[in-house]
């Protein structure tokens, strides 16, 4: 299994506390004044800081907001079609189509519903899902680096047989068809130490164990602050092919960096390997995202990683190839320089002399 980092749909590119009657989101939305707000409701508990999502559905656009005392506003649309609704985990919630002419303020209530269906999955404490012992402190020395507790976590991984989970266990420490250098070095863990976490994982995560997650605290918000803050959601175009021209089914979004000298945000897509521009003021979905696919010397993609621009071109890191990229927006050009000795790139800088620096694995 090739476990995705980064599989958002939507590429999460503005966010933050914007103060609300003076939004912008870009120039190509600076004239707009049109507003949707209304009430949310429940049939189950209280509403509290609550998400309501409003989808420009031809720009592709998503605006998110949360509910204060149950009301929520979203200022500044551009004029044109939404679909609407809340977003609460176990609920179901009304969907509602509205039609937003400019200057005009509509009002769309939305409803949600408990869902019947009770999950699989028992939560529970840390000790409970990750026994203690000397596998786990191995783990949490060794590992966790990486795989924290919600960031590829393993509990999340379909469960399998102790032999399974030793095999992709070593899978860290070996080299891939897609990867020449091992994502860890063999020398780090001991393979004594490798089939304790097998046994261990066969034990807790086997196939017939049951299916157990971390449960969380709850999230203490400040609704008066929150519902003064709007995320934007820019959709991402289709996948496609990847350079090798096999069909990529989704993208697998990691690193992001808005450029300094222009509208343009970049952003680097593991699955198909390649470098997306999105000129955040162009209203147009189909012309507002640009894609240059990395060449690679085998099927896979070349695993572009970290992202950064200095000087007006575009750099990155290549994970899998073992280079490092750059790109001139004006010409598309596309430079892969390979370093004298093998390695993994990860993350990059530039410094002030336009120098690019990196770490590697
Ligand atoms: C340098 C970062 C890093 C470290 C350290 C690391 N992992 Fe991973 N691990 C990953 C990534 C990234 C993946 C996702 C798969 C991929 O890209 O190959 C992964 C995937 C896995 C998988 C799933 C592989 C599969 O084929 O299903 C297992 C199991 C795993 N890691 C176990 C471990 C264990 C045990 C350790 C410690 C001994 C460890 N990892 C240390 C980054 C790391």
Redo the contacts with the bound molecule.
Sequence with gaps: ???K?AVAFWVLIAAGILSMPSISYGQAQSAATSVISGAVTTDKGEIRAVRVKATDTVRKIAYTVFTNKGKYQIYNLPSGAYQISALQDGFDSTNLSVELKAGETKTADLALKAKAAKSDVELADVDTVFPPGVARD??FK??E???SLEH?P?QK??HRSEEN?R???N??FEP?PM?AIP??SPE??TQE??DL?AKY?GTIFGEDSPKRDLKLSTLNVNEEEISSAVWIQYALPPAGKNAAGAEIKRRGTHDIYPSEVSSNVWAVDTNTGSILGMDRNNPDYQERWREFLLPSPNKFSVHPHGIIESRGHVFWTELDHGAIGELDPKTGEVHQYMPPTPSAPHTLRADSKGNIWYSS?
């Design positions: 299994m090739r476990y980092i191995i783990l060794e590992c680096g990486c795989h590829i393993w991984m379909p989970w095999i992709a266990i899978h860290m891939l990867r994502i860890v780090a863990v130490q490798r976490i994982f694995l």
